[in-house]
């Protein structure tokens, strides 16, 4: 699995858009101009595991793969959290255990309404 590096500036404040897998960037300082000097760029290479190599379009398809089940187990859990806030808030029958129409049903209708008030707050 091909590594992409990034190149920055030498102090890593500034970033570019220059991206090299591993096999390219060793293949630039290999290279020579005509004048003898190598190729590459001066600076400094961080991993960008996310992107696609500039020359050969080459991917790490295992760090993207990772972040998307990164990606996807975060929105399970945020779906969730949703789900639950939504039983608790929104659909209270669910946990009131009251019958609609009762005088019990109002009571806790109105102490929810209460508490969902505050909370806003």
């Known amino acids: 699995m091909p590594q992409i590096y990034r190149k920055t500036s030498l102090d890593g404040q500034h970033k570019t858009h220059i991206f090299y897998c591993g096999d390219c960037l060793d293949q630039s300082w290999l290279d020579k101009d005509d004048d003898g000097a190598p190729k590459h760029f001066t600076g400094r290479w961080e991993e960008a595991p996310l992107e696609m190599c500039d020359v050969c379009g080459a991917v790490d398809q295992e ?59």
């Open 63 to 121: 760090s993207r793969d990772e972040y998307d089940n990164w990606a996807e187990e975060l929105n399970q859990q945020q779906w969730e959290e949703d789900e639950r806030m939504r039983e608790d808030y929104i659909a209270p029958d669910s946990y009131l255990g009251k019958t609609p129409g009762t005088p019990e049903w109002e009571e806790a209708s109105q102490l929810r309404d209460l508490m969902n008030e505050q909370e806003y707050k």
